[in-house]
């Protein structure tokens, strides 16, 4: 079982408003078809927001509880279902036997953490073949009433659910940087060195509303406390096949913790 998270950055124009870059889905969908023998029933795909899940809250006000209208809310479930449709349309027109599901139709979440998922419809149409697609959202909260749920940490849910064997997330650079002075990649990051990483990992350059590789890196020591291990590199090259299954994959590698070691 594999988690591929493709970037916004790379599939949308992310200083924009809504603008999808059709040409690098269909590049995507490609590679992906082309390993589809080994990937059927095996492949949850989740998308990056980029100028749908960071550009409608900012046009919204969806951020400030005091300022956002209760009939503007679901917007951002709107324009991220559009989002979701534009890729499955194009993942199917590769020859993809693509699903998708909204986020918030099976997640609830609690101080902006998930405290709820309900997986059975995933998990069917993964024993039905199916490719499910899926995203960030507007989640319903305990706490907050709603909070954005970002895709950043989408892949959380599904390894308490999956045995998943790796997380792959596709960005715009190609690794973790030690700093972003030097930008040099560090290749691995573990239970003993996470947490110097963390402070020296940054936002995002671009328009962006869920905290950038900072929330990225946070999201995947999570799933490593999980055993399981995650994967980012640049996916504007052809590194996705290798990142889904290479043993020496592109990027970083946030290894997964030892069972039995203590953090």
């Not at 995002?204 to 995947?220: F, I, R, W, Y």
Request: with cysteine; hydrophobic share 35%.
């Amino acid at each position: 079982m594999y988690i591929l998270k493709i970037g916004g950055s790379l599939i949308t124009d992310k200083n924009a408003y809504c603008v999808p870059r059709k040409e690098e889905i269909k590049r995507f969908a490609k590679m992906i078809k082309s390993r589809w023998f080994d990937l059927q029933g095996k492949l949850v795909v989740v998308i990056g927001g980029g100028s749908y899940g960071n550009g409608v809250p900012l046009r919204y006000n969806l951020l400030d509880s005091e300022k956002r209208k209760k009939e503007d809310l679901l917007m951002m479930t709107v324009k991220m279902f559009e989002w979701i449709n534009e890729v499955a349309m194009i993942f199917r027109n590769e020859g993809l036997p693509v699903y998708p599901f909204q986020t918030s139709s099976y997640c609830t979440t609690n101080e902006g953490n998930y405290d709820f998922c309900f997986m059975n419809p995933i998990k069917m149409s993964l024993q039905l073949g199916l490719l499910p697609i899926t995203s960030g959202d507007f989640t319903f909260d305990k706490k907050k009433n709603f909070t954005i749920y970002s895709s950043d940490n989408v892949p959380e849910l599904f390894v308490d659910h999956f045995d998943v064997q790796r997380v792959v997330i596709l960005t715009d650079v190609p690794g973790i940087f030690e700093s972003d002075k030097t930008k040099k990649i560090i290749k691995r990051v573990n239970q003993y060195n996470y947490k110097k990483i963390i402070e020296n990992t940054g936002s995002s350059n671009k328009q962006d509303v869920t905290g950038g590789m900072n929330n990225k890196l946070k999201a995947l020591i999570r799933v490593a406390q999980k055993n399981t291990n995650s994967i980012v590199c640049d996916g504007s090259k052809h590194n996705l096949i290798k990142a889904l299954f290479s043993e020496n994959p592109p990027g970083t590698i946030i290894e997964a913790w030892k069972k039995g070691d203590l953090l």
